[in-house]
């Protein structure tokens, strides 16, 4: 899933852990030569995907009192992991690409997501107890084993993509809430700041359930996003 806005943005939109979205993301920024290349990664979980997290992590949710978040988060990596298994691609695999794609090309990096942490953090807050119930058991039938490896390229399109933010829109409101729309306005500020702050032009690769909330903030050429959350909380 690919937009563009004006001459200078391009949003790849990336079907998170589905093989097709390689090529994709290395092909638009192989085309674009871009001055920067933003990825919907915060430092915390660039440092998960580039192997350098600390593994006193339980230890030191413990200690914030965080557990919460902590095991949702690890609840998350594990659908994430059953995914990748089913597709043939690690997860993570398409961000990964786009860092070292930006590598080549002499593209700077820049990592635009909220941290994980605060997300999860505010994950718990919201969501009421049934909420979390339900999103416990989607998690779980998530776990479940898949079977054989299947062809999921349609997820990027774009009705495919309306059609899975609507249905957990649905189910889930106040996940929605903070998985999409706080985080589509963090990163379009972040965006609107890269657009402000440089010359050249930017590819920014998110996942495509991203792609509609960004295109309709930015596209209207409000680049001044009011930022509910501290950019580097």
């Not at 690919?2 to 092909?27: F, I, N, Q, W």
């Not at 919460?68 to 690890?74: A, D, M, Q, R, T």
């Not at 058991?137 to 009705?159: D, S």
Request: proline share 4%; charged share 25%.
């Amino acid at each position: 899933m690919l937009r563009k806005l004006g001459d200078r943005l391009t949003l790849v939109g990336v079907a998170h852990v589905l093989p097709k979205s390689k090529g994709e993301t290395r092909a638009a920024i192989e085309r674009e030569l871009p001055e920067v290349v933003a990825v919907e990664l915060c430092p915390s979980r660039y440092a998960a995907l580039m192997g350098k997290v600390e593994r006193a992590g339980a230890r030191a949710a413990l200690r914030a009192r965080e557990l919460s978040p902590f095991i949702l988060n690890k609840f998350f990596h594990l659908l994430q992991t059953k995914f990748a298994r089913r597709t043939g691609m690690p997860a993570g695999e398409e961000m990964l690409t786009a860092i070292k794609s930006a590598q080549k090309v002499g593209a700077r990096v820049e990592l635009i997501d909220r941290d994980i942490n605060v997300t999860l953090l505010r994950l718990v807050e919201r969501m009421g107890a049934r909420e979390k119930l339900r999103l416990f058991l989607e998690l779980l039938l998530g776990l479940l084993p898949f079977g054989a490896r299947v062809e999921l390229e349609r997820l990027t399109e774009n009705e495919i993509v309306v059609h899975l933010l609507s249905s957990l829109k649905r189910a889930l409101p106040r996940a929605y809430e903070v998985l999409i729309e706080e985080r589509n306005s963090y990163m379009a500020a972040r965006i609107a700041m890269l657009l402000a702050s440089t010359k050249g032009k930017i590819v920014c690769v998110v996942g495509a359930g991203h792609v509609p909330g960004l295109y309709r903030r930015l596209g209207k050429g409000k680049w001044q996003v009011k930022l509910e959350y501290p950019l580097f909380s």
